[in-house]
């Protein structure tokens, strides 16, 4: 779910990144006043649809998958072994007892992923865009892009997207995100010096992070409480979350690296045993298949 582009400069691919890439506070406060229908269509392109969703995989699809983890294998070539040592019952034992270990696993794994999927899941609505030209106009949100500019509704709204504040105050509720349930007061953003860098996790005060249920907004008179659209889908806060759950970063434990290295160890002595029992077997003229098998 992460895109790269390549670099032309550099010669190399590096990641698509939205209003979040070096991009001063003043730029994103004087420059982004709206997008046109061009530039929205291009970056729709290069960014893709403003969504997060979690693909259940189908029951035959995660059966080929786990069987394909090396301890169903390793369970098959035992099995296939013990048949032909004539342990049939106990190779029988055996299937019964993984097929029994798979089912209830592959019933786990779609029930989680569906779960979360129901967890993620956010109507698409629409939202009320600003164009470059002052003109107003109805997107859904599933095509907003980083640089749009939108009208935050006075009667509140769930974010589908990261966005940064441009004028007015929103009060939000974080407790997606941050676990606690208090409404929480995003101001505009007020740089301290022109060369200030945009960050979205320094400048949480400015920043409505997808998934996060915007209650109410302030603003002096008639005028209309404004954001501008920093990051989008996979790329957002939620996205990140959702990429977190579903590919963890692999765990180094000091138990499973000592766990290898004591199969290594008995891997030398097994393949010590197993020449002794190949020149004992062939000196008593033991058949092939059977010398084979043991």
């Not at 920093?230 to 765990?251: C, D, H, N, W």
């Amino acid at each position: 779910h992460t895109r790269y582009v390549w670099d032309k400069e550099m010669g190399w691919f590096k990641k698509l990144r939205g209003l979040d890439d070096g991009i001063t506070c003043t730029s994103i406060q004087e420059d982004y006043q709206g997008l046109t229908v061009e530039e929205q269509t291009y970056k729709l392109l290069l960014h893709g649809e403003n969504t997060v969703e979690v693909e259940v995989k189908s029951y035959p699809r995660l059966f080929i998958e786990e069987v394909l983890n090396p301890f169903y294998i390793f369970q098959i070539c035992s099995v296939i072994l013990w048949s032909l040592d004539a342990y049939y019952i106990y190779a029988g034992c055996i299937v019964l007892i993984s097929c029994i270990s798979l089912g209830v696993e592959l019933y786990e794994t779609h029930k989680q992923r569906e779960t979360l999927r129901d967890m993620v899941h956010a109507a698409e609505t629409t939202v009320t865009v600003i164009r470059q030209d002052g003109e107003t106009e109805e997107v859904r949100t599933s095509q907003l892009v980083p640089g749009d500019v939108f009208v935050i509704p006075s009667r509140g709204c769930m974010m589908q997207c990261d966005a940064a504040v441009l004028n007015g105050n929103v009060i939000v509720n974080e407790s997606m995100l941050t676990g606690e349930s208090v409404p929480v007061t995003k101001t505009p953003l007020t740089p301290i010096d022109a060369s200030e860098i945009y960050v979205p996790d320094l400048h949480k005060r400015n920043t409505l992070f997808c998934g996060t249920h915007v209650i109410q907004t302030r603003y002096y008179g008639d005028a209309k409480v404004k954001a501008v659209v920093v990051r989008t889908g996979f790329s957002t806060a939620k996205g990140e979350l959702v990429q977190s759950i579903l590919y963890p970063k692999p765990m180094g434990f000091k138990f499973y690296q000592d766990s290898m290295k004591f199969i290594g160890f008995l891997a030398c002595i097994a393949a010590l045993g197993m020449t002794y029992s190949i020149v004992t077997l062939v000196q008593l003229g033991t058949p092939v298949g059977r010398v084979v098998i043991r």
